[in-house]
């Protein structure tokens, strides 16, 4: 009677044990009020670490402190964690780019290059230029030309957000955007074996978006709608004789004329951030 007496004893007190064991765990509070029974290890500047109930040999896991509110201790005790989202460790820093080069994929087709700078003035404002060299015989269809053009303008953008490293953060180059563009170019060509030199003015209003990817790599395409005069002149027995075109491709847009003195124009660039 007595050892079965011992027996229920040892019985009841292991039965105690295991209960306290499985019962006694840490709980982290997630900001959005979920919780995560483990228990709890350690502490640095940016991360909780834990391992998950009854896994004493297993992998530790880490918690960022952005994402938890409160510890509960096993004793009852709580730990309220007070975090400083303006504090980042160097590990998770995301480097500031403000400064984009770019190049026009479809410019060495239609026998000019163009690349492109921008960089932010401020956030929503930035400045951006780009400039042309004409000359290239990629596309025979197209009169050999030899020149240059320049545009440039400021850049209105409605600012997108981007996620890094679980942060969300703004990318000033990064969004929808509009631009009032200046452009100015000047080439010259052999037509009927005279040499004309063509002047082009424009005023362009351009609509586009530009992405950035990885906070590295930019596409940015566009189209735009504006207005033009242009001039050409040739030599004719020693005199210069000057007009206005009818109507021609000026590289940087295509040009409608004299009597309806409107351009389109549009592209895609692709490059980078810095």
């Known amino acids: 009677m ?3 007496t011992c027996f229920r004893l040892f019985l009841i007190a292991f039965m105690l044990l295991t209960a306290h064991s499985v019962s006694a765990q ?8 979920d919780s995560i029974r483990a228990k709890v290890l350690e502490f640095d500047a940016e991360n909780i670490f834990f391992r998950y109930p009854n896994d004493r040999e297993g992998v530790v896991q880490k918690i960022h402190k952005n994402q938890v509110k409160q ?4 004793n009852g005790s709580k730990l309220t964690i007070v975090y400083n989202p303006y ?5 998770m820093m995301i480097k500031e780019r403000f400064h ?18 921008e960089i932010r003035l401020r956030l929503g404002l930035n400045l951006e230029v780009k400039g042309a060299l ?4 990629v596309n025979t269809s197209l009169k ?3 020149g240059f053009f320049v545009k440039g303008g400021l850049k209105f953008v409605k600012w997108g957000t981007s996620m890094m490293k679980g942060l969300t953060y703004i990318q000033p180059l990064k969004g929808s955007y509009y631009k009032p563009e200046f452009i100015f170019g000047k080439f010259k060509r052999d037509e009927n074996h005279k040499e004309i030199s063509y002047t082009n003015y424009a005023f362009n209003l351009v609509f586009g978006r530009q992405n950035v990817i990885n906070n590295f790599f930019v596409v940015d395409y566009f189209g735009a709608i504006g207005y033009a005069y242009q001039q050409y002149s040739y030599q004719k027995d020693s005199v210069e004789i000057k007009t206005i075109g009818d109507f021609t491709y000026g590289y940087s847009h295509v040009f409608f004329g004299k009597k309806i003195p409107i351009t389109i124009s549009g592209g895609v660039l692709i490059g980078f951030v810095h």
Do not use: M, Q
């Open 2 to 4: 007595k050892k079965h």
């Open 26 to 33: 840490d709980i982290i509070v997630k900001s959005n009020n």
């Open 71 to 74: 510890i509960i201790y096993e």
């Open 87 to 91: 504090e980042i460790s160097s590990d």
């Open 100 to 117: 984009a080069f770019k190049v026009d994929v479809f410019s060495a087709l239609l026998n000019h290059y163009t690349i492109g700078y």
């Open 134 to 137: 004409i000359g290239t015989n």
């Open 144 to 146: 050999h030309s030899e």
